[in-house]
């Protein structure tokens, strides 16, 4: 099986930071892209950030100049530094990945996991 398992949110204050980690594991021959989503109450999950395993990395444009995606490809992990969080930033944030199985080359799964709470109040 693969799981994602995602960690470092929390409750922060505007203007203030958080560094999410997700890093994937079980039977992984390889990962392509990897990426960030997150869902606030009410509303519908979208895209914060994605890198890809070509290197190019985007990012949604409520996100930019605040938020980086990095990624650890020897540890199957992926990385979400924010800065300069608001309240509008408060989400559920999920990891994604698709996943080439060891038993399964050729295909990518996309995996998802659990999802950490992010919360920015003053």
């Known amino acids: 099986q693969v799981q994602l398992v995602e960690s470092g949110g929390g ?3 505007p203007g ?3 560094r999410l980690s997700c ?3 079980g039977s ?3 990962v392509k892209d990897m990426g960030w989503y997150r869902q606030a109450p009410g509303k519908q999950r979208e895209l914060v950030a ?3 395993s070509g290197g190019s990395v985007n990012y949604a444009d409520s996100v930019k100049g605040r938020f980086t995606i990095s990624r650890d490809n020897a540890k199957n992990t992926v990385y979400l530094q ?3 969080l608001k309240p509008e930033d408060t989400a559920v ?5 698709e996943v080439e199985r060891v038993f399964l080359r050729g295909r990518f799964v996309a995996y998802w996991g659990q999802g950490t709470q992010v919360t920015v109040s003053s």
Do not use: E, K, P, T
């Open 11 to 13: 409750l922060v204050q």
């Open 50 to 52: 994605v890198f890809r």
């Open 16 to 18: 203030g930071s958080l």
């Open 93 to 97: 944030y999920y990891c994604n990945a």
């Open 82 to 84: 924010m800065d300069s």
């Open 23 to 25: 890093a994937a594991s």
């Open 28 to 30: 992984i021959f390889g």
